[in-house]
C-alpha cells in the first residue's frame, strides 16, 4: 500500500487498519515513493516494526545510497529499492553497500535482460529477494530463474498490447510455455507508433 502522507500518523493508521482486517498471515508491504527523509524514515520504519511489513519501499530519494545503507542497517523490517535505477553499476552499488534487503530492478531502465541478470546474479550470491519493477511481461521470467525468493509486481496496463494473458493462479502467475516471453503482439500496437528512426547502415 502506498504511504508517504505529509501527516504520517495518516499513514500508520491505515497501515494499522489493513493489517487488522487481513491479519498477521497475508503478506503486507509499503511504498513510500521516496517521499521521507532520512529522519522521518528511520522514525517511521521503527514505528512500523510491529506490522510484520514484508518490506519498505523506497523510503528514501532513490539515488541516496549512504541513507538507505544506514536505514537499513537500523531497521528489522527489510528495505527495498531499485526501480529508478538506470544501469546496472548503479544497482550493484546499493547490493554491494548493503543498502538494499529487496533488489527491485527493472529491465527496461537497466538496459535489457543481460544488465539485469548481472544485478540478480549479485542478488543471488547475497540470498536477498528479489522483486522486479513492473513489466511483468518479462520479470515472471526472470523472477522465476532466479534461486531465491521473488514476487513479481502486477500491473494490467500493457495488456492490451498482446494477445494473450499472463495466466495468474492462487496468487502466483504462471510461466508460459509459449515460445520467447509467451506473449504475442496484438495487431492494434502498428497504429500506436509515433515515429521511426533509423539509426547506421543496414545490411
Do not use: C
Not at 44 to 64: F, K, Q, S, T, V
Amino acid at each position: 500500500m502506498k504511504v508517504g502522507q505529509p501527516d504520517r500518523t495518516t499513514d500508520l493508521r491505515r497501515v494499522e487498519t489493513l493489517r487488522k482486517h487481513l491479519g498477521d498471515q497475508v503478506p503486507l508491504m509499503v511504498d513510500v515513493n521516496q517521499q521521507w527523509d532520512r529522519i522521518t524514515a528511520l522514525r517511521m520504519g521503527r514505528a512500523l516494526e510491529d506490522y510484520e511489513l514484508e518490506w519498505i519501499e523506497e523510503p528514501l530519494d532513490a539515488h541516496d545510497i549512504a541513507g538507505h545503507t544506514a536505514l537499513a542497517a537500523r531497521l528489522d523490517t527489510p528495505i527495498g529499492t531499485g526501480e529508478m535505477l538506470t544501469s546496472a553499476a548503479e544497482a550493484l552499488g546499493y547490493i554491494d553497500t548493503g543498502a538494499v534487503d529487496v533488489i527491485m530492478h527493472d529491465a527496461p531502465r537497466l538496459g535489457g535482460i543481460t544488465p539485469f541478470l548481472k544485478v540478480a546474479y549479485a542478488a543471488e550470491q547475497r540470498g536477498m529477494i528479489m522483486a522486479p519493477h513492473f513489466v511483468m511481461e518479462i520479470h515472471l521470467h526472470l523472477a522465476a530463474a532466479y534461486e531465491h525468493q521473488t514476487w513479481v509486481e502486477h500491473f494490467e496496463w500493457l495488456e492490451p498490447a498482446f494477445n494473450e494473458r499472463l495466466e495468474i493462479r492462487d496468487g502466483q502467475m504462471i510461466v508460459p510455455d509459449r515460445p520467447g516471453l509467451g506473449l504475442s503482439l496484438h495487431e492494434r500496437v502498428a497504429g500506436w507508433t509515433l515515429a521511426e528512426v533509423g539509426i547506421g547502415k543496414r545490411p
